[in-house]
């Protein structure tokens, strides 16, 4: 019997989104699998969360297609964003907090392509007088990561509902990152 990879990842990013410290045990039993079977599709918790990373990061580049960011003011270009990358915002808050995949050599290339696409809306909203200049790129664009990983966290704790997330990390990010007039 093949065994449904996408199932198997998709499986492991929601109990790790929960419980980042989940064994494979754990994993298997939620993909609805044998620990063999789950190990011999991942060598160990490193090759699964090498895997959860390739998916997090080819989801997140299809939430920045699908945002249109060089489309129309960068602010709403921004809202679309947040809106467009909720669907793997669990995802992106369990690899956001994996150091493992940021240190190193081996670090994948695909998230200097996500920082350098969302830094680059900044540059223009900033570049449109619509952001403030004080504040990089770089900085408003881990902001942004934060605050995702912050909001998939307040919706799992039952803190806040999942409905008000958006609206909350992008008038949160906005009404910092917003030029005001002196």
């Known amino acids: 019997m093949a065994v449904d ?3 198997v990842l998709r499986s492991a990013a929601a109990l790790l989104t929960r419980k980042a410290t989940a064994t494979m045990d754990e994993v298997a039993k939620a993909a609805g699998i044998s620990r ?3 190990h011999r599709e991942f060598a160990g918790r ?4 090498r ?4 998916l997090g990061i080819e989801e997140c580049e299809a939430a920045l297609d699908a945002a249109r960011l060089d489309e129309g003011p960068a602010s709403e270009a921004v809202r679309r964003l947040v809106r467009e990358i909720e669907p793997a915002a669990g995802l992106l808050s369990f690899l956001y907090t994996e150091n493992q995949l940021f240190e190193g050599e081996q670090q994948n290339e695909g998230w200097g392509r996500l920082d350098a696409r969302i830094s680059a809306l900044f540059r223009r909203g900033q570049e449109s007088g619509e952001f403030r200049i004080d504040l990089t790129p770089a900085w408003l664009t881990e902001a942004l990561f934060g605050l995702i990983a912050s909001g998939v966290w307040v919706v799992l704790t039952g803190k806040v509902a999942a409905k008000d997330v958006h609206y909350m990390i ?6 910092g990152a917003l030029r005001r007039e002196p």
């Open 170 to 175: 992008v008038e949160l990010l906005l009404g």
């Open 46 to 49: 490193d090759a699964l969360v």
């Open 36 to 38: 063999a079977t789950l």
């Open 51 to 54: 895997a959860l990373e390739a």
């Open 5 to 7: 990879r996408a199932h």
